[in-house]
């Protein structure tokens, strides 16, 4: 092979690169891709964010948990953003009934949920409520 012809097909496999990668960016901004309904991993940072109260990484791990899996049975995952601290104590206790979920499992819910709105904050989160 010479050197032109090398040439030529390094360059067609880098501008196959970059397509692949204009699809992936394009696949990630589609809604539904998850950002919005994202729910984001348990750190240690979250266990410190509540102070005076009990939570430690095994509640908040099994509160992520319960929230991804029973909080999507009738509807979809509810966007933790668009509900404020204040609020979101009162939908758990309500769903909780619905969800049948005892008071433990309620408790960890909740304290995943507002250790992740006091901890995690995107920048670029829209319907977002303090
Ligand atoms: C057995 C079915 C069921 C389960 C399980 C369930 N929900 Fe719901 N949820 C509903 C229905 C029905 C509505 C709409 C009617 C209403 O608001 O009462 C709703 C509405 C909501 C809303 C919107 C409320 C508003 O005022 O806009 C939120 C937020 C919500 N659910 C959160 C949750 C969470 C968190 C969980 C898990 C703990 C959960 N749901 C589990 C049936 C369910």
Not at 20 to 34: D, H, K, N, T
């Amino acid at each position: 092979m010479n050197p032109i012809s090398k040439c030529a097909r390094f360059s067609a496999l880098v501008s196959e690169m970059k397509k692949v990668s204009v699809l992936v960016v394009l696949a990630c901004l589609l809604p539904g891709c998850g950002l919005t309904n994202y729910v984001p991993p348990v750190n240690s940072h979250m266990v410190t964010a509540r102070k005076g109260e009990h939570v430690d990484l095994a509640m908040l791990r099994e509160g992520r948990t319960l929230f991804a899996h029973r909080c999507i049975e009738c509807h979809t995952l509810p966007v933790l953003w668009r509900y404020s601290t204040e609020d979101w104590p009162e939908i758990v206790n309500t769903m909780s009934h619905r969800a049948s979920l005892k008071p433990a499992e309620r408790e960890a819910i909740v304290a995943y949920i507002l250790a992740v709105r006091q901890r995690w904050r995107p920048a670029n989160m829209l319907n977002h409520r303090e």
